[in-house]
Nanobody, 116 residues
Framework: QVQLVESGGGLVQPGGSLRLSCAVSGSIFSIYTMAWYRQAPGNQRELVATITRSGDTTNYSDAVKGRFTISRDNAKNTVYLQMNSLKPEDTAVYYC?????????WGQGTQVTVSS
């Protein structure tokens, strides 16, 4: 059974930083394209960032480009999201996703709140 467990969320002031982690177990981590999504209250879930299996290619939404960095450590079965220069509009539940062809797994989400 594949499990994704996010951690690292919390309350941070505008301009601050957080690093999210997502640990994957129950499968071969390196076969998955990994992604971070987020969902704010009343909004649809949106894609934040993706990273290929080897980690050599990343993509970001326009809303976070230049502020967030996705990375992965295949030896630790973990994907990260470094979030800098956080804004109140970044407040959301952040979800980790693992995808391999038509198969997709989700974590339970971690809350990020940006507020003074």
């Amino acid at each position: 059974q594949v499990q994704l467990v996010e951690s690292g969320g919390g309350l941070v002031q505008p301009g601050g930083s957080l690093r999210l982690s997502c640990a994957v177990s129950g499968s071969i981590f390196s076969i998955y394209t990994m992604a971070w999504y987020r969902q704010a209250p009343g909004n649809q879930r949106e894609l934040v960032a993706t990273i290929t299996r080897s980690g050599d290619t990343t993509n970001y939404s326009d809303a976070v480009k230049g502020r967030f960095t996705i990375s992965r450590d295949n030896a630790k079965n973990t994907v990260y999201l470094q979030m800098n220069s956080l804004k109140p509009e970044d407040t959301a539940v952040y979800y980790c996703n693992a995808a391999h062809y038509a198969i997709s797994y989700w974590g339970q989400g971690t809350q990020v709140t940006v507020s003074s």
